[in-house]
């Protein structure tokens, strides 16, 4: 084969390469979206977590249990609306005072037959699911722009989102070891500005 046959056929696979490619691009996948959208018929009180939805950058601080507090950057959550955009899942990404990373995705969605949030954090880091509120234990309360949740269980905890703004919001948790008698308070506390 000559030399112009070689390139006549190297620029037609080229050309079909790009029309391929270019009918990949023009071609949206509509399974595919960022944030999810909300559910017209999603009970109201998904409303109350909605905040949530986006991308957010943070930095954060933690205290440890020789009551040394470390300072971190890096942190990001992402919030979604999933289940046909009558739940939300948002997940948190850190790393733990010694580098490695940490990953977890909370889901949270009402249970309107029942009255009753459903609350679970799924820690991919160490492998393990805990529920956080449900229609027996723990509870979600609202108190002007702080969203609560509370845990119930050997360890307590007390979740609170405040929310400054669209664009910024604050997470802090609290601990209990003594089924709430008293509590660590500000045991983690991490500072979000909305990236996306």
């Known amino acids: 084969m000559s030399n112009l046959k070689y390139a006549a056929l190297g620029v037609a696979v080229l050309l079909i390469a790009c029309e391929v490619r270019a009918q990949d691009v023009t071609q949206v996948d509509q399974s595919k979206t960022t944030y ?17 939805i986006g991308k957010w950058r943070g930095t954060g601080k933690t205290r440890l249990p020789d009551g040394k507090v470390v300072e971190f950057g890096g942190v990001s959550w992402i919030g979604r609306y999933i289940l046909d955009g009558t739940a939300i899942a948002d997940e948190g990404h850190a790393a733990y005072p010694d580098g490695r990373p940490a990953l977890g995705v909370t889901f949270r969605q009402y249970d309107v037959a029942r009255k009753t949030w459903i609350v679970e954090h799924l820690n991919v880091s160490e492998s393990f699911l805990r529920k956080q509120v449900n229609g027996g234990s723990g509870s979600v309360e609202v108190d002007g722009r702080v969203v609560r949740v509370v845990t119930e269980g050997s360890t307590r905890t007390r979740e609170h989102y405040i929310v400054v703004d669209q664009d910024n919001w604050v997470y802090r948790m609290d601990l209990s070891t003594d089924g709430g008698r008293s509590w660590n308070e500000g045991q983690v506390e991490m500072t979000f500005r909305r990236s996306e």
């Open 36 to 52: 999810g959208e909300k559910n017209s018929s999603a009970p109201k009180e998904l409303d109350v977590f909605s905040f949530l």
